[in-house]
């Protein structure tokens, strides 16, 4: 297993694209995070699946943000109308109870910079 | 909602030293799990160290072990023997669904 992977590492846009992120889990984890981290802080949570279901998201995923995970293995994060604020690393994560008994792996990130 | 709160933003600790972070946390539940992640320049996160709720007995990994007190609700990491290498932020971590962080103690080992 070669751990959650994420693409692209980095990505620099201009203001108002749209920008993907894919995540992909360690194989057979069934919930599967994402979170923005601007440096100096901590990760601050976005959104988290159960297989294909997205249980939960956070205040700060405003409508321009959008997050699938369509079969239950890998997921994407769509960012809209790109903002400056919008700069931060993304960072994915997965988990499954019986496997890995809650303790949660991360990516290692997509840097977003918007110019 | 869970908070979790680390204080002492900055450390510095002797190589061979050791020293001791701190974290809070607050919930209402009472199965739960703690962790602590590291991240060092490279910004990978990386599990240090997890701890389980139901678990009175202190988890420990190499030179990394833990104080959890549930009553008072805090978790602190003691590193041990302290490392160049354990040069990094220190993320405090809650999770129930979902993973809570604390805003981060850096540390810095020094030669």
């Known amino acids: 297993d070669t751990g959650v992977s994420q693409d692209p590492r980095h990505k620099i846009t201009k203001r108002g694209q749209n920008v993907t992120f894919r995540c992909d889990p360690i194989?057979?984890?069934?919930?599967l995070y994402w979170y923005r981290q601007t440096l100096g802080q901590g990760p601050e949570f976005l959104t988290y699946f159960q297989n294909e279901a997205q249980l939960e998201k956070s205040r700060l995923l405003s409508d321009r943000f959008s997050a699938e995970r369509p079969k239950g293995s890998f997921s994407t994060l769509e960012i809209q109308r790109t903002e400056q604020g919008d700069s931060a690393m993304y960072l994915c994560?997965?988990?499954?109870?019986?496997?890995?008994?809650?303790?949660?792996?991360f990516g290692e990130g997509s840097w977003l910079t918007v110019v | 909602a869970q908070t979790v709160t680390q204080s002492q933003p900055e450390m510095s600790v002797q190589e061979a030293e050791t020293v001791t972070l701190s974290c809070t946390y607050d919930?209402?539940?009472?199965?739960?799990?703690l962790f602590w992640y590291k991240q060092p320049p490279s910004r990978q996160m990386i599990l240090v160290i997890r701890?389980?709720?139901?678990?009175?007995q202190n988890a420990t990994e190499n030179r990394f072990s833990v104080n959890f007190q549930k009553a008072a609700k805090s978790f602190s990491l003691k590193i041990s023997d302290s490392q160049l290498g354990d040069t990094a932020m220190y993320f405090c971590?809650?999770?129930?669904?979902?993973?809570?962080f604390g805003k981060g103690n850096q540390v810095v080992v020094i030669p």
């Open positions: 194989s057979e984890h069934n919930r």
């Open positions: 919930t209402s539940e009472n199965n739960y799990y």
């Open positions: 971590a809650f999770v129930d669904n979902r993973l809570a």
């Open positions: 994560a997965s988990s499954d109870q019986e496997t890995s008994g809650n303790t949660i792996y």
């Open positions: 701890q389980e709720a139901y678990k009175q």
